[in-house]
């Protein structure tokens, strides 16, 4: 399937830094994280299925790519304002990050 450039126009991709993870009580996949998207974007709520992969300590810190213009969701009960992208390769999942100097809500091109 080929895909056009004009398919991607529409996401709004940035870069964020997570600001709090905590777990989302019922579910042993899923933490609610705080990412700081920049001044204009401000801070976001995300919920994501990484408990799997990840401790909370290890994610406070990363610079990661966030779609900040994704449709609001309420996953068990509480609202998730985006979604990081990650990469996942049979029982593996990394998250797709930037280097630390870049800023908090860059656009990503």
């Given at each position: ?8 126009e ?7 830094e ?9 579910s042993?996949?899923?933490?609610l994280?705080?990412?700081d998207?920049?001044?204009?974007r ?10 799997p ?8 810190g990363?610079?990661?790519?966030f779609?900040?213009?994704?449709e609001?969701?309420t996953?068990?009960?509480?609202k998730s ?15 797709l ?10 656009k990503i091109?």
């Amino acid at each position: 399937m080929e895909v056009d450039l004009k398919d991607f126009e529409g996401l709004d991709l940035r870069v964020g830094e997570i600001v709090k993870v905590e777990p989302v009580k019922g579910s042993d996949r899923l933490f609610l994280m705080e990412v700081d998207i920049g001044d204009v974007r401000g801070v976001r709520r995300t919920v994501a299925g990484l408990r799997p992969w990840y401790k909370a300590e290890e994610l406070i810190g990363r610079k990661v790519i966030f779609l900040a213009n994704l449709e609001e969701a309420t996953i068990r009960g509480v609202k998730s304002e985006g979604m990081l992208l990650a990469a996942q390769n049979k029982d593996t999942v990394a998250l797709l990050t930037v280097d630390k100097e870049t800023v908090n809500g860059a656009k990503i091109r």
